[in-house]
């Protein structure tokens, strides 16, 4: 190839990568005269810090690792506004966190010279289209930006916004593309290459003359292509009206079941902000819980204990010394989930932290450590959380360095709350201010502490949470233990107490005599046949039965050991007829109970270590009728170690001596 032809094709390749460089390319910056006017009339939202931090920490916060600027301001950053109209100010609805109960002060607007400017009124507002136009109760002389309602894609744009909380900063990129909104496509969002921060969020989208073409919302999850409303759909808006339209959706986590809707709602503007923010809380915590309780009404034949996929449920007694969960399964029956995966931690004293993660739940159980006095532990909402968070880690993040949370101080929230088994949970809320999010709970006082769920919400979230605990307290499967030194304060404390034990009666003397009593059955047992003292356990085994029609929660079973660490126990467990459709090995124990077969024959068995022994007992013809279908209570006696058939007989014919089935 001569020399003169290969010069040709240099110069074409130049004029070709030239020409592509100016077309994808973004302009390095706007003019100065620009710049200065986006500055002039772009500002922060901001807020103050929390004048109060209810939170104990491992050691002193290094606040040194935050930079000077964050550090020693005494103000939050929430976003960004510009100057949109005569007098106005334009952002995305949710920097304002209205309708939210945001712990955050009342948001303010701040200039390049610390300047703070208190929001007024209001004057347009769309929920769905995350926008909000307001005013101020100073007047502020700034030139609006200009718009433009008209770009091609692939022109040059600029993110302007408070970014990362490092005051206001303008950063180039491309206009991509146009994305329908999700729902139904009614507007389209703005991409954009340019970064996007945190605090970017209702800052001005420009062309490269610094006209605004949009508002600055979120930044995309998976690719460096964020979104902006279109500056047109906040001019296009109808003026003196704010426009609600919120999608929802119901769950309770027991289930797969959904509700979902959508709340719309109008008001008239302009309004002042406070004001506003107090109707959208209502209007929203009004609108979820109507929806949640559609989402339970529709499905009211289906839920626990209702229909023939409770059947087999309804026939079940088990030990649950942890909280469980009634969960409907895929076959859709339902089914007590027992935990797989629950941690433990040592609280100190005997004190035992047990607890399992599921769904965003958390399921614990606290063993009262002995140092704790009865009124204390059951009455302090300080003391459960602070005994709760030496096995839970909570933290907090203070630049690279994360310090472990020890105290979040007294609830704020400490109201009772009664199931509809008449068991009587504490629910608790405990604010935390740095992160805008509370520790919700729900505990249910047992004798050897409590059982409980947990979860921390953000702020906006606390309402629904509680409301769907309420109905989760419904689902906790658990039975009553604890040795009878803790027992003892236990029933001698009627306001902890579920209403089935207005008809429970435990009497004890150490040494002596025990003595257990309800509607069902009754039983006594001397200091000979079993230790009786404060070390001693007593396991009181609840479930869901039917009784006279109706679902009821009451006590199938009781267990007392010579120590809550052995295996040294009498045992008597209340069973009914299962139906013709429930699982076969339920019927084959059935009929193995009733025609009392191996292992309820009375024959001595063995297993680990562990020498037991089994009857049967059937109520007797002038029992006072309470119960539907048949029913058959299992007496049986276990001892540790290998045991001859002559001695554990005779112990297991001294109980069953002094039995009484108060039921046929």
Known sequence: MDRARKMLIIKCLVVVIVSLSDHLAPAAELSNQAQLAVRTATFEIVHLKPVTDSVSY???????????????????????????????FVTAAHVLHLGSKSQRLTPVLRDADGHVYNIDQVVKYSLSRDFVVFTLKEHLKTKPLKENTKLDTGETVFAVGNALGQGVVIRDG???????????????????????????????????????????????????????????????????????????????????????????????????????????????????????????????????????????????????SFPSLIKRSSDGTWVVETPTKVSHADLGHNGVLSFEFQQGLVLLHIRKPDDISHEQFYGDSKVFMDAALKGLTMMRNIGPERIRITSIGNATDDSPYVDGYGRKWQLRIWPIEFSDSAIVTLALPVPNGYTALMAQVPTASVHLRRTSFKELANFIYISFQGTLDLWREYLQDAALQPDVFKHIHVNYDYGHEFEYKSDLFSFKCNDDLQVIN?????????????????????????????NVHERNALNITRHSEPTADMPENIRQGWQRLSSRSHPFDAVVTTNNDITMIQTELTPSSESKTISDGKINYSVGVELEGLKNQTAMKERLDKFTKNIQILER
């Open 534 to 562: 404060g070390e001693s356990g007593l396991t009181l085994r609840f479930s869901y039965f039917n009784t006279g029609g109706k679902v009821t929660w009451n006590v199938s079973g009781v267990s007392l050991s010579a």
């Open 58 to 88: 491992e050691k002193p916060l290094p606040m040194d690792l935050l930079p000077y600027s964050i550090r020693n301001d005494k103000y939050e950053p929430m976003g960004t506004a510009f100057a949109f109209g005569k007098d106005q």
């Open 174 to 320: 491309l206009y991509t593309s146009d994305t329908p909104e999700e729902q139904n496509g009614r507007w389209k969002w703005l991409r954009f290459s340019a970064a996007a921060s945190p605090g970017n969020s209702g800052g001005p989208l420009l062309d490269k003359k610094g006209n605004v073409i949009g508002i600055v919302l979120r930044k995309s999850v998976n690719e460096n292509l964020n979104y902006a409303l279109p500056i047109s759909e906040v001019i296009n808006a109808p003026t003196n009206v704010a426009t609600v339209e919120l999608p929802a959706v119901a769950k309770l986590e027991v289930m797969d079941s959904t509700e979902r809707d959508t709340l719309k709602q109008e008001y008239s503007l302009p309004m002042p902000i406070g004001e506003l923010d107090k109707a959208l809380v209502g209007l929203i915590d009004e609108f979820n819980d109507g929806l949640y309780q559609k989402l339970l009404d529709k499905n009211k034949d289906l839920i626990f204990p209702a229909g023939d996929s409770s059947h087999t449920l309804l026939h079940t007694s088990a030990v649950h």
